[in-house]
C-alpha cells in the first residue's frame, strides 16, 4: 500500500500563520511545538495548571503562559499536548467548554481519540501532527535547519481543510523538511505503540541491558560492556538511519557482518516475534490502553517500580562515569533548545 509524503512545497505556512495557537502542555513536544511555531511566524499562547513546574521555563523563553481553559478560549487551533493519561480530564474541565465552531482540536499522538476517551463535538475540525521523534530532538533538528518526519491525520474534518491546516502546522515544526504523511488516528496510534513498546524503546533497553548483563556476569569490565553494548549503539544505529541496514552492513566488517548475519536471528527468534505479535494485539484490542489507565488511575505504583529498578540498573552507574569524560555527549536536556 502506498502513502502519501508531503513536503515543504506541499504545505502554506500561511494557513497556521493566520491562527492563534494555544498548546496545551510545555513539555517534550509541548515546548519543541511551541516554540518552532513561534519561530516560524505563528502567534502562540501556552496553556499550562496554575502550580505547573513548566511554566518558568516557557515563561523564560518569553512565551505566554494561561491556564489551559483561558489558553483554549483564545484559540483557533487547541494543540493538546500534556501526558495521554491527563488529556481526558483536561479535555472535559478545560477545553471542551471553550470549543466553538470553526475551532479546530489538535493532537500530537492518538491515544485519546483512538480508545474513545475524547469525543470531541462534531463542528470542530479534529487532527493530529505527531512528529517520529523525541520532543527535544524535534526542536533541535528544527533549530538546526532539519526536520523529523511527522504523520499527520484528519479525524473529523468539519471545515473542509483541516488536513491542509494540519500540514500548515507541520510545516512550522519543521516536519515537512523531512516528510509528511498522512495516515489515520487509528493507525498512527496502533503503530507507534507497538514500535516504542516492541523496538524503540522496550526493544532495544531490554536488548542493550541483557546484553551488558551477559558480558559483565562473565566477567568483563562494565566499561568495555557498556561501549559495546550501548555507546556504540547509536553510532550502528547512525549508519541505518542514514542508509539503511545495508549501509551498516557495508561499514562493519565482514567478521561482524557474518556474525550479524548468523546470529542475530537467534537472539531475535521466532519466539520473540510471536511475543511481537501479542504485544501488538493487546494494542488492537484495546488491552493495553486499558491497563495503562488503570495503572495511572491507582497512582502507578507499577511505573514507579519498574522505573527505579531501570535507574538502579549496573549499566546507569558505568554509563554515567563514562560520559563525564565526553562533554560532546552528555548533552543535558533543555526545554529551550
Ligand atoms: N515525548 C515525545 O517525544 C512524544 C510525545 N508524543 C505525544 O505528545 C503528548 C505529550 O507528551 P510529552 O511531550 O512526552 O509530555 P511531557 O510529560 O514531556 O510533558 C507534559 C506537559 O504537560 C503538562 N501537563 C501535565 N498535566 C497537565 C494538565 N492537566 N493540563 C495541562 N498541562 C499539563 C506538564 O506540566 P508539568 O511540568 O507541570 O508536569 C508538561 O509541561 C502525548 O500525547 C505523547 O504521546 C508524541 C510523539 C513523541
Ligand atoms: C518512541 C517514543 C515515542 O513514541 C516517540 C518519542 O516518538 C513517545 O511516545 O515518546
Ligand atoms: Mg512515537
Ligand atoms: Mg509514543
Redesign the pocket.
Known amino acids: 500500500m502506498s502513502v502519501e509524503v508531503y513536503y515543504d512545497d506541499d504545505a502554506d505556512l500561511g494557513l497556521i500563520q493566520g491562527r492563534k495557537v494555544a498548546v ?9 511545538h511551541a516554540l518552532s511555531l513561534r519561530d516560524s511566524g505563528v502567534d502562540v499562547v501556552i ?3 496554575a ?5 518558568p ?1 516557557a515563561e523564560e523563553q518569553g512565551l505566554r503562559v494561561l491556564t ?1 481553559a483561558e489558553a483554549a478560549a483564545e484559540a483557533d487551533v487547541i494543540m ?5 493519561t ?2 481526558r ?2 479535555y472535559a474541565e ?1 477545553i471542551a467548554p471553550n470549543l466553538a465552531p470553526g475551532k479546530a482540536l489538535f ?3 492518538g ?2 481519540i483512538r480508545y474513545g476517551l475524547i469525543t470531541p463535538p462534531a463542528d470542530v475540525d479534529v487532527a493530529m501532527v ?9 526542536r533541535r533538528q528544527y533549530v538546526d535547519g532539519k526536520g523529523v518526519p511527522c504523520l499527520v491525520a484528519v479525524e473529523q474534518d468539519a471545515s473542509g481543510t483541516a488536513f491542509q491546516l494540519a500540514l500548515s502546522y507541520a510545516k512550522g515544526i519543521g516536519g515537512t523538511r523531512a516528510g509528511a504523511i498522512r495516515t489515520t488516528f487509528t493507525e498512527e496510534t496502533e503503530t ?1 505503540l507497538f514500535g516504542e513498546q516492541a523496538v524503540l524503546c522496550g526493544g532495544a533497553a531490554a536488548l542493550v541491558q541483557t546484553g551488558f548483563e551477559v558480558l559483565t556476569e562473565a566477567g568483563y569490565a562494565p566499561e568495555v560492556a557498556y561501549f559495546e553494548c550501548l555507546h556504540e549503539l547509536k553510532l550502528i544505529v547512525d549508519l541505518m538511519y542514514e542508509g539503511g541496514i545495508a549501509r551498516m552492513r557495508y561499514s562493519v566488517s565482514d567478521t561482524a557482518e557474518y556474525g550479524d548475519l548468523s546470529r542475530g536471528p537467534r537472539v531475535i527468534d521466532s519466539r520473540v516475534k510471536e511475543e511481537m505479535r501479542k504485544i501488538l494485539g493487546e494494542i488492537q484490542s484495546g488491552e493495553f490502553a486499558r491497563e495503562w489507565v488503570a495503572e495511572d488511575e491507582a497512582g502507578r505504583p507499577n511505573f514507579a517500580k519498574w522505573r527505579a529498578e531501570g535507574a538502579a540498573h549496573p549499566i546507569e552507574e558505568t554509563g554515567q562515569k563514562l560520559r563525564a569524560m565526553m562533554s560532546w555527549v552528555d548533552r543535558p536536556i533543555t526545554e529551550t533548545a
Open positions: 496545551i502542555g510545555y513539555g517534550s513536544q509541548g515546548h519543541a496553556g499550562l495548571p502550580g505547573s513546574k513548566s511554566r521555563k489551559p493538546i499536548l500534556a501526558p495521554d491527563a488529556q480530564a483536561l478545560a493532537f500530537g499522538h491515544f485519546n505527531a512528529p517520529k521523534g523525541p520532543g527535544h530532538l524535534v507507534d
